[in-house]
């Protein structure tokens, strides 16, 4: 499989449909997020730098919304405690698929489990590390707190959990500036205006943001002892909550 240049919202006489997650995204998903998030490389590398942190012996990893992997191999690749296990859950066999064919192509020893399902249905277990990477924000914004909760439950005394999200700003001057911003990203990346507002229309239903306040008090409340972003750029925030 070769991933290939996301033209998924090039035709201006196709309608958009909701965003899913299906075939047709995760054959250029590689392009389309590079293209789409800026600071994406540097968040997946430093996910991997802070999991061999904070990764004990035994304990499991979880990469909840894996979408091709990219976090799991971040987190195999910097692993130094023995006995580890990292457990990728995404609800798209698309997705699944090529992130199994990309774990099985690494060579890393740290047995990875794949798992097709709603992870709000996966239990969290055992857990030194947790990355939900740009996936909170596909969940309902009523069925958030209890997902953090359970998260937090599940998780050693010592551990974390690291969360990126696209984030919306609570001064307007400021949300105005960094939505314009984000899309001269893209449009400097080489999307046409036609597809970046395609594109937008496609996700304005499904991908719902939130501001770092909210995210910030959703972990306080879950028990989380801090909380706070260790990257950003323009409306992309990276939070890392310890326990």
């Known amino acids: 499989m070769t ?3 996301d033209t998924l919202f090039s035709d ?12 047709g995204v995760a054959s250029v998903f590689p392009d389309m997020i590079k293209r789409s998030v800026p600071g ?13 942190r904070f990764a004990s ?5 979880y990469d909840l919304g894996c979408s091709l992997g990219a976090s799991a191999l971040a987190m195999r690749q910097n692993l ?12 798209s066999a698309a997705m699944l698929e090529r992130c199994r064919a990309t774990v099985q192509a690494d060579s890393h020893a740290t047995p990875v489990e794949l798992v097709c ?8 277990e055992n857990a030194s590390v947790v990355v939900l990477n740009f996936t909170l924000q596909f969940i309902p914004r009523e069925q958030r707190d209890a997902l953090i909760s359970d998260i937090y439950r599940g998780l050693h005394p010592g551990g974390v959990m690291l969360l990126s999200e696209k984030v919306t700003f609570e001064d307007p001057p400021l949300d105005t500036l960094n939505i314009a911003l984000h899309e001269q990203f893209k449009a400097a990346n080489g999307y046409s205006e036609l597809e ?7 996700l304005e239903d499904v991908l719902l943001p939130e501001t770092l306040r909210t995210h910030k008090a959703r972990m306080v409340e879950a028990g989380f002892s801090s909380c706070d972003v260790w990257f950003q750029c323009f409306n992309f925030a990276s939070l890392i909550a310890l326990k």
């Open 3 to 5: 991933d290939a240049r």
């Open 12 to 23: 201006p006489l196709e309608a958009p449909d909701s965003f899913r997650f299906d075939d």
């Open 40 to 52: 994406y490389s540097t968040i997946i590398a430093m996910t991997g730098m802070l999991a061999g």
């Open 57 to 61: 012996e035994g304990s499991n990893l």
């Open 80 to 91: 130094q405690s023995p006995g580890c296990r990292i457990i990728a859950v995404d609800d």
């Open 117 to 124: 399902a709603d992870l709000r249905e996966v239990p969290i």
């Open 196 to 202: 970046i507002a395609r594109k937008r229309s496609a």
